[in-house]
């Protein structure tokens, strides 16, 4: 972390009594409730008694494993504490997302909240009203980053077991068990230091990969036999769900994380999509292994962004037009 950041967060951070919000984006994921609970962890290790952990929206049962997610608030389901929480926090993290309005209904919010407002995370083009802004590209997660700013403070002896296994979870879901966003030593020093303090990570696969229900894997099987396409001369493969399908398999938070994946293992492939029908939207899921930048195709066409090779984006439309769409766009886009 930048000497002159990490001085201006340690300035806020000079009394334990402030009030602290961490909060993360809609639709939250690992790296997301691993960064929350890390960072929670990590404050309250070093004294900070008012911290509270706030999220949009439902997280996935997959993850309500980790130590402390019973700290988490949910927006949704408690709007108007957690509104009280925001307007009265003197410091507001903002991890794993670059603009308030990836937060969906907790955007007003903290757009009008007076605390200072600190972003820690890794997304593309962050926006510029943060106080305090630790944004950093070329890292694996935003969990890397929250153990980077403990190391930049020399508190990695405060790094609990709790933490480290928060911190994994960051790790490991961002990169896809260490298949992407990865090629850099420093994550394999910091997961190294994460075993050394006692996490089993062969535990955390089991629990985050393999605790599908059996409605979740018939899902996957329906995706893969009856909904994919493939465009091999436009090298694109994609995937849509509708209501009536995620209904069909009894669909939970978190059923189809990781489905996109399939659609980009064919040979040749090199960008794929997951078309999911929302009640107000159709929810886009981007990925890529070539050199075409689906944030860009996000922003540009489809209302969203995220990373070059991972990215969401949302339409307006029916399902029946914006797949129209993104085939005439993947079109012109090559
Ligand atoms: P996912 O497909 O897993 O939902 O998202 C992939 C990546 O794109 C994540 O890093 C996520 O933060 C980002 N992302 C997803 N949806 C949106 C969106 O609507 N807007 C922006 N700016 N980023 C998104
Ligand atoms: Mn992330």
């Not at 009008?112 to 510029?128: F, M, N, Q, T, Y």
């Not at 995937?239 to 980009?264: H, P």
């Amino acid at each position: 972390m930048a000497p002159a950041e990490l001085n201006k967060l340690n300035k806020l951070l000079d009394k334990d009594s402030v009030r602290i919000v961490l909060t993360t984006h809609k639709n939250p994921d690992g790296d997301a409730i691993g960064s929350v609970l890390a960072l929670y962890g990590y404050l309250r290790s070093r004294g900070f008694n008012n911290v509270e952990c706030i999220v949009p929206d439902a997280y996935p049962s997959f993850l309500a494993w980790l130590p402390n997610n019973d700290v988490i608030y949910v927006f949704e389901n408690d709007s108007d504490y957690c509104n009280e929480l925001i307007k009265q926090a003197d410091i507001i993290f903002s991890l794993d997302y670059n603009a308030f309005h990836r937060t969906g209904i907790m955007e007003e919010s903290l757009t009008k909240a007076s605390g200072k407002k600190v972003l820690i995370d890794h997304h593309l083009e962050p926006d510029s009203c943060f106080d305090i802004s630790y944004s950093k590209i070329d890292t694996s997660s935003t969990a890397e980053l929250i153990y980077n700013f403990i190391e930049s403070n020399q508190n990695t002896h405060l790094i609990t077991k709790a933490i480290a296994e928060a911190l994994y979870v960051g790790i490991m879901t961002d990169t896809g068990s260490f298949s992407y966003s990865c090629n850099y030593e420093k994550t394999y020093h910091i997961v190294a230091h994460l075993i050394k303090l006692g996490i089993d990570s062969e535990k955390i696969h089991q629990l985050i990969y393999n605790t599908f229900t059996e409605n979740r894997l018939r899902l996957l099987g329906y995706c893969l036999s009856e909904r994919l396409t493939v465009l091999k001369e436009k090298r694109t493969a994609y995937i849509y769900l509708t209501k009536e399908d995620l209904n069909r398999f009894n669909y939970q938070t978190g059923d189809t994380e990781g489905v996109v994946n399939y659609a980009l293992s064919i040979e040749d492939i090199e960008i794929a999509a997951l078309f999911t029908e929302r009640d107000d939207l159709i929810r886009i899921s981007l990925r890529s292994k070539g050199d075409f930048s689906v944030n860009d195709f996000a922003r540009k066409y489809f209302d969203g962004g995220g990373h070059k090779r991972a990215a969401g984006g949302n339409s307006y439309e029916s399902m029946q037009n914006t797949l129209k769409r993104f085939e005439e766009k993947i079109r012109t886009s090559l």
